[in-house]
């Protein structure tokens, strides 16, 4: 079945699983690592958690040399969803407010509804004391510590419901800062005529990027979709500082976080994001200072108070003070926080992200520790600092067996010493400290006090691993196979096609390639995908302005297989232009063995891959690669799914201006494409569901 599904050879597949269960034993571990190959899908999510099952079964969880690791896009990825740019995350994955959480007992009552074991039980501290943080002496008892300050969701805010929402005049104004949607995010050009239709745009980056000159130099200035003359947008563009301009930490994939020391100072008018975002709420609070206007309130009650270094009002902030914030105080004594066992839900704690306390523990920046290797012990806790606690290996008690003894002498990392009658061992123990291996917990109690000895999972309600998973995430508790909403060949599992839960905008600036059961799909035969190159980076805002990286990738270039080629007549090295139902790409042909075609229920399934990283600014340039991908996103996070749709791939150059457009209505014709086409997210019952019908 995986060989008719997925078209990978079976001796191949049972070679990969041979490798992984072999290796997975007492002696012997294996990590799972992703990256944006398995998250940017509308099954995202559910791909992700076969992993984490697969691992789970196979004993790879909480042990060292096991785990399941993403493998980041950016030095801090990590770090900017701990302490989220989500819309619907607070720091430290808490869950923002919407608008049935009338008070702050509903939301604290709603994030203990699964259950009411272990350390999640406690979110009333981490709530409150983030509150704190944000608020200081305004958040009180009385007024449930700020609780009704913070913004409420309604329904979708992510990102490309935003760009729509500016094509649709809901939105004026938008801030970007470090990144480039008009090239980086799926469906180009709806984000540059969303960008279109603004009052104002702000730009933070390091070069002029194509979200900054989108009026300007965009393929929608050739076919006269935006008029540079008649573009209502005013942009404003703010050099940024680069990492070597400032300081403060990054955090990895494995949770730690690494502090770094400004090297050079800035020049001109750079600046980081900290100044800019600090001085910017501090006009914006002086502005509202004499405002009677109850929306006003939130901002006007900010403990917008940090440390700067330097004189006059526009001092560099200090990251220094902000890390000492997120670790948090006890606002009774006005120390530092060990972490984050001691934050109360009384008020007389603050902490900017409750996972991150104590990385300033006993005043000690701890993610600025570079003990080397050869000085310390096998898990190098002395470098940097990792969440929580320090603690290298989550779930860690996972290491030992109900007992409290190793699964494994080589591999042992806590155990149970029963003459200290505490956990002990390589790493700190992801577990309360002195609750022995036979503890039961008594009946009635919660939080943590309810974790039993052989708990091991401390933030699950349950303190067990979760196989089947009754609630958290929208498609369902157990994962299964769905095609992706734009696919060549049916369902073979199911009379489902695609995930009846992703999110689809039925619009006519985002139409949809035809899938089975739809007809049409034969004009787009061929799988497509996109990638990065080692030279460039993401968006090609950094790297397509260095002169040495531009020279070792010039170009933008199409794989394909010779196969593919004969079939459609590519020379290698000539030009051909890949076609969705959204757009058209030109870029340079190369013919290669190692993208070989699939088979798939019987059927030969030619793939096709570019690199997303070209723009129309730089030394080198190129079409938008993402241009040819529509918007459909996974429901739980709302992530795009940017790789995999349909495609064709013509010879020759692609048609330029006004002819474009006329290849699109063609191929939208002969293909059957409308504003319906997609939508019918459950197989079915074939009910579109479109901006007009939801």
């Known amino acids: 079945m995986v060989e008719r599904v997925c078209g990978t050879p079976r001796e191949q597949f049972l070679d990969v699983c041979r490798a992984w269960t072999t290796n997975s034993t007492r002696e012997r571990t294996t990590a799972l690592v992703y990256s944006v190959g398995w998250t940017q899908h509308s099954v995202g999510a559910q791909y992700i958690r076969t992993g984490a099952i697969l691992q789970l079964l196979l004993g790879n969880v909480g042990r060292p040399g096991g785990g399941v690791f993403a493998l980041r896009g950016h030095a801090s990825i990590q770090g900017s969803t701990d302490i989220p740019t989500l819309f619907n995350l607070l720091p430290g994955y808490l869950a923002m407010p919407n608008v049935e959480h009338t008070d702050i007992d509903a939301w604290v009552d709603d994030q203990r509804s699964a259950g ?3 350390y999640g039980y406690d979110v009333d501290a981490y709530l409150v004391s983030l509150l704190k943080e944000y608020f200081g002496d305004a958040a009180t008892p009385d007024n449930g510590f700020g609780f009704d300050w913070l913004p409420r969701i309604d329904g979708d805010h992510g990102t490309y419901r935003t760009v729509m929402d500016m094509i649709d005049g809901k939105v004026f104004g938008y801030v970007v800062l470090g990144q480039n949607p008009a090239v980086g995010s799926a469906h180009g050009k709806l984000q540059r005529l969303g960008l279109a239709n603004l009052d104002w745009l702000v730009v933070r980056d390091l070069n002029e990027i194509e979200t900054a000159t989108f009026w300007k130099d965009s393929p929608e200035i050739e076919t006269g979709e935006i008029v540079p003359e008649q573009c209502r947008t005013e942009v404003f563009l703010m050099p940024a500082a680069s990492h070597v301009e400032k300081e403060g930490t990054f955090t990895q994939t494995q949770r730690m976080l690494q502090w770094r020391t400004k090297a050079v100072e800035p020049t001109g008018d750079r600046r980081s994001e900290l100044w800019f975002a600090h001085h910017l709420g501090r006009l914006v609070r002086e502005r509202l200072a004499a405002s009677t206007e109850p929306r006003d309130v939130p901002v006007q009650r900010l403990a917008w108070d940090h440390a700067t270094e330097g004189d006059g009002p526009w001092a560099e902030p200090s990251a220094d003070d902000v890390l000492r ?4 105080y006890d606002l009774t004594t006005g120390e530092l926080l060990p972490g984050y066992l001691g934050l109360k839900a ?7 992200c409750w996972i991150y306390s104590g990385v300033y523990a006993d005043g000690v920046n701890r993610s600025a520790r ?33 007992q409290g003894r190793p699964w494994s002498e080589r591999k042992k990392l806590v155990w149970w010493d029963a003459d200290a009658g505490e956990w002990t061992g390589h790493d700190v123990p992801d577990f309360p ?17 309810a974790l039993c000895g052989d ?4 933030m699950q309600p349950d303190g067990k691993a979760w196989l089947f998973a009754p609630h958290g995430l929208l498609d369902g508790p157990l994962p299964t196979h769905y095609e992706p909403h734009e696919s060549p060949v049916r369902n073979p599992l199911y009379g489902q096609q695609s995930n009846p839960t992703r999110k689809v905008y039925g619009r006519p600036d985002n139409p949809s390639n035809p899938s089975p059961p739809e ?12 990638a990065r190159l080692t030279e460039h980076h993401t968006a090609g805002g950094m790297s397509r302005q260095l002169p040495y990286l531009a020279e070792l990738q010039p170009a933008l270039f199409v794989e394909v297989s010779p196969e593919l080629a004969r079939e459609r007549g590519l020379a290698h090295l000539g030009d051909a232009h890949v076609v969705t139902s959204r757009t058209a790409v030109q870029a340079r042909v190369v013919v290669t063995d190692r993208l070989a075609p699939l088979r798939i229920e019987g059927r030969v399934i030619h793939q096709v891959w570019l690199p997303y990283h070209f723009g129309h600014t730089g030394l080198v340039s190129g079409d938008v690669v993402n241009d040819l991908f529509g918007v459909v996103e996974d429901s739980n996070v709302f992530i795009q799914e940017s790789k995999v749709t349909t495609c064709d791939v013509r010879p020759g150059p692609r048609p330029r201006g006004q002819e474009l457009l006329a290849l699109m209505e063609r191929v939208r014709a002969e293909a059957g494409v409308t504003v319906e086409t997609g939508t019918r997210i459950a197989t079915s019952h074939g009910v579109p569901h479109t901006e007009e019908s939801p």
């Open 325 to 328: 914030r997120i670790n948090g």
């Open 455 to 458: 708990d091991p999972f401390i």
């Open 370 to 402: 570079r003990t080397p290797h050869t000085e310390q012990g096998p898990y190098d806790a002395e470098w940097g600092w990792t969440w929580p606690m320090n603690r290298r290996v989550l779930y860690n008690r996972a290491s030992a067996d109900p």
């Open 116 to 118: 009411h074991k272990g």
């Open 433 to 449: 400290a002195r609750l022995p291996p036979g503890h039961v917990a008594p009946q009635g109690s919660t939080g943590p006090e």
């Open 346 to 352: 009384d008020g007389s704690t603050s902490s900017g």
């Open 519 to 530: 007809r049409g799909g034969e004009v787009f035969p061929y799988v497509l995908t996109a």
